[in-house]
């Protein structure tokens, strides 16, 4: 298994709808939570941070993580054809020192 | 704001030959990490540097070493490149003390192997 799972998709969802990614992790360690944009050939680009439970808004975007579950969420709200890329989950774990662990990403693509 | 600079954005080699990597990281920023992406895959963590020493190893082939300069700025060398080793490889710096602190990554350097 694992450290950090995602659907790899495609997901596809119409313009203006509301996109959901999903996230699950392993270690119950893991201290903070953050997604990353990354378009094809770019390097990834933060846009969403978490570190406790509930729910994290900044602009379209809410963040939720339950930490009981070992799940963060990314949902985008009115998606726009230029969200259409691959979403990177990453966990950053303490381990003597700090880890960052990727989830393989989940490629979201938003239909005109 | 200043961001995590990488040089050369691309780079071409051919196989058997040896390539150097350099990475700036964000000004006060003490840690840098490596990673490379092959082609549809997640970041893959090669090495790690706290304050100038080696902090974390990932899996980073013996053909790869790395380090960090008195500067902060680091590079990352291959020698006896192998077509497999085509890939973008990604710098990225954070604040190792601040546990919420995310990575930022660099633009990143791609490396064709011919």
């Known amino acids: 298994q694992k450290e950090v799972e995602q659907n790899s998709g495609p997901l596809s969802v119409p313009e203006g709808a509301i996109a959901s990614l999903n996230c699950t992790y392993s270690?119950?360690?893991?201290?903070?939570f953050f997604w990353y944009r990354q378009y094809s050939g770019k390097s990834p680009e933060l846009i969403m941070s978490?570190?406790?439970?509930g729910d994290k808004e900044d602009g379209r975007f809410t963040a939720q993580l339950n930490k009981a579950s070992q799940y963060v969420s990314l949902l985008i709200r009115d998606s726009q054809p230029s969200d259409s890329a691959t979403y990177l989950c990453?966990?950053?774990?303490?381990?003597?020192?700090?880890?960052?662990?990727f989830g393989t990403g989940t490629r979201l693509k938003v239909l005109a | 704001a200043a961001g995590v600079i990488q040089s050369p954005r691309h780079l071409i080699k051919e196989k058997r030959e040896t390539a150097t990597l350099k990475c700036y990281p964000i000004?006060?920023?003490?840690?840098v990490y490596w990673y490379q992406q092959g082609p549809g895959q997640d970041p893959q963590f090669l090495i790690s540097f706290y304050e100038k020493m080696q902090s974390d190893k990932g899996s980073i082939p013996d053909r790869f070493s790395a380090q960090q300069f008195s500067d902060y700025h680091s590079e990352l060398n291959m020698s006896s490149l192998e077509l497999g080793d085509s890939a973008l490889y990604f710098c990225?710096?954070?604040?190792?003390?601040?546990?919420?602190?995310?990575?930022?990554f660099g633009n990143g350097t791609r490396l064709t192997v011919t």
């Open positions: 990225a710096s954070s604040v190792t003390g601040e546990h919420n602190s995310p990575l930022h």
């Open positions: 990453a966990v950053k774990v303490a381990s003597g020192t700090y880890k960052y662990i």
């Open positions: 000004p006060r920023h003490d840690t």
């Open positions: 978490i570190y406790s439970n």
């Open positions: 270690d119950r360690g893991s201290q903070s």
